[in-house]
């Protein structure tokens, strides 16, 4: 099993990335729906966020309202910090122990997962390959204001909030560039998915 981990910036077109991999049949762990998963009312990681965050970070039906969390920690590192001590550990085990099944089950199939943090947690440092999406910040910036509706200023304290996507590809196996047309990007989807096809690798799963 060879396990790829998929990263970029904010607006940098990693989701795009994504939906073109699985429709190439690779399998998609979303972290961000793996969070959604372990941070459902009453779970463990629920009352962390809960008891870290105050009950106004939730909506009537005891779900996390995640704009308002967001908004809540992008302006403010050390509560940024905290939510991700509290949340990341409960997703990275999460995905192990998907890791395990999809292993036990299909030993030869590529598996990708799609995290915004890959790098920020190092959580990349358990996979076997990693791609970076690029895209220049111009670039995020005008997607991000388009896609939420934010102002330039908010859009870019969104950005700077995480590792430069410079940095990230300094760790990049593959760098997929977006900033062209959405043909352009598949095509270089496609060599990569190519490359990776091509690999024969045995993924421990247990933490390195």
């Known amino acids: 099993m060879l396990v790829v981990g998929l990263t970029g910036g904010i607006a940098s077109g ?33 009352e962390h966020v809960v008891l870290s965050f105050g009950k106004e970070i939730l909506r009537e039906d ?12 992008f302006k403010n590192p050390k509560q940024r910090a905290k939510l991700n001590s509290v949340v990341h ?15 036990e089950k299909d030993p030869e199939t590529i598996v990708v997962i ?7 947690t190092g959580m990349y440092k358990r996979y076997d390959k990693l791609v970076v999406v690029y895209a220049g910040k111009e670039m995020q910036l005008k997607r991000l204001m388009a896609r939420d509706g934010m102002s ?3 859009a870019q304290r969104r950005i700077d909030s995480q590792l430069p996507l410079r940095e990230k590809i300094k760790l990049a196996d593959f760098v997929i560039r977006n900033e062209g ?12 998915f190519k490359i990776l096809s091509s690999l024969k690798c045995t993924h421990d799963t247990a933490i390195k």
């Not at 799609?114 to 920020?120: N, P």
């Not at 047309?181 to 990569?192: A, F, H, R, Y």
Request: glycine share 2%; net charge negative.
């Open 89 to 103: 550990p409960a997703i990275m085990k999460r995905i192990e122990e998907r890791l395990d099944t999809i292993k």
């Open 181 to 192: 047309s959405l043909k352009k990007t598949k095509e270089e989807v496609e060599k990569v």
């Open 152 to 154: 330039r200023d908010e």
């Open 62 to 73: 005891l779900t996390i309202d995640r704009e308002k969390l967001a908004d809540l920690v």
């Open 14 to 46: 990693k989701s795009f990335v994504s939906k073109i991999l699985g429709d190439l049949g690779v399998l998609v762990i979303d972290a961000d729906e793996v969070s959604r998963e372990v941070m459902v009312p009453h779970t463990e990681c629920w």
């Open 114 to 120: 799609d995290a915004a943090l890959l790098i920020e």
